[in-house]
């Protein structure tokens, strides 16, 4: 079965350093999702792609946060300066192109740890 | 966007069913409801997604009243392995993400 993947699966940090986490989404989905997770909370949508464009980037701290998706394949998301309240967990999704089935499909994450 | 409201905890046997309710009093005409499921460590998975009656698939099911302002994801026989937090999303998903709302979620402790 086709899954999204995610690396590195647990990075830690000292604040102030830059991190950067990948995902390569499911073969032929062209909307790509990055959320970001803090403990006993829901997913928080950081960004959506649709192919190599932003459809959504409302919710990214833009002065420390950017994605990219260059080849509307895989996608960066990087983080720079990183601070202690980045700790949390960061989930990447995809899904088919937009239509009344949108199920989205999420990797294993990136556990961040800001020291 | 349209705001949901369900329970934050549940606890059940193993062999019942359980229901988990969701309020979405402003739901829009153009949302839909979807369920997911996450474990401790992963990511969300899709359980089921439906706009109006019933919907039924091999796992759960899930039932909206004719005013759609609530639904309730039924999961038959749960076994130790359902213990999860399971979120109730409502929007259009031909739309930006940034409406599903996540939320906290209900954590189904599931005991033997």
């Known amino acids: 079965e086709a899954e999204v993947a995610q690396s590195p699966r647990y990075k830690i940090t000292e604040k102030s350093q830059a991190v950067a986490f990948w995902c390569d989404p499911i073969s032929g989905h062209a909307t790509l999702y990055w959320y970001r997770q803090i403990l006993g909370q829901g997913p928080e949508l950081l960004v959506q792609f649709q192919d190599e464009s932003v459809v959504d980037d409302s919710q990214l701290p833009k002065d420390r946060f950017s994605a990219e998706r260059l080849k509307g394949v895989d996608s960066t998301l990087k983080i720079q300066p990183a601070e202690l309240g980045d700790s949390a967990m960061y989930l990447c999704a995809s899904s088919l192109a937009a239509g009344g089935d949108n199920e989205q499909f999420f990797g294993p994450g990136t556990r961040l740890t800001v020291l | 966007l349209a705001k949901t409201t369900q329970p934050i905890s549940m606890d059940s046997y193993e062999g019942q069913e359980v229901n988990i309710t969701c309020s979405h009093n402003n739901i829009a005409t153009n949302d839909y409801i979807t369920w997911y499921q996450q474990f401790p460590s992963q990511g969300p998975r899709f359980i089921i997604q439906?706009?109006?009656t019933k919907v039924t698939n091999e796992v759960a099911s899930l039932f909206i009243p004719a005013d759609r302002k609530s639904s309730t994801l039924s999961l038959p026989r749960v076994s130790l392995s359902d213990t999860a937090v399971y979120y109730c999303l409502v929007g259009d998903p031909r739309g930006s993400a940034r409406q599903l709302t996540f939320g906290s979620g209900t954590q189904l402790t599931v005991l033997p």
């Open positions: 439906g706009y109006k």
